[in-house]
């Protein structure tokens, strides 16, 4: 077998043969991009899913606090009503002096 003695047939499938292999490297290389790509986005995704779950728990936490300062002062708002309410039925009865109820502060300063 000498060289260059090969026919135009062989030289044509040769050519055919690396365009064909060229091609499907190019289309493995174009499929192993496009699965890096997404794997990319997948990450990005997890991450992004993991910071809005942190920011959800820190909303609640946050909102929790708010509910537990405003719930001290419901306290003291609902015992200031029952305390009125109590004043209210003690006049109602007679077991308080009208001036008395409504103004507690001056009890100590009206005669008995």
Not at 38 to 44: G, I, Q, S
Not at 64 to 93: P, S, Y
């Amino acid at each position: 077998s000498e060289v260059g003695t090969g026919s135009v047939d062989e030289v044509d499938d040769a050519a055919d043969d690396a365009v064909q292999g060229s091609a499907e490297l190019m289309a493995y290389s174009a499929r192993e991009h496009a699965i890096h790509e997404a794997w990319r986005h997948a990450e990005k995704a997890n991450k992004l899913g993991e910071e809005a779950a942190e920011a959800a728990l820190q909303a609640a936490y946050e909102s929790a606090e708010a509910r537990r300062i405003l719930d001290q002062h419901n306290v003291i708002a609902i015992e200031n009503q029952t305390q009125a309410d109590v004043r209210k039925l003690e006049v109602a009865h007679g077991a308080v002096p009208l001036p008395t109820a409504l103004f507690p502060l001056a009890a100590p300063l009206l005669p008995l």
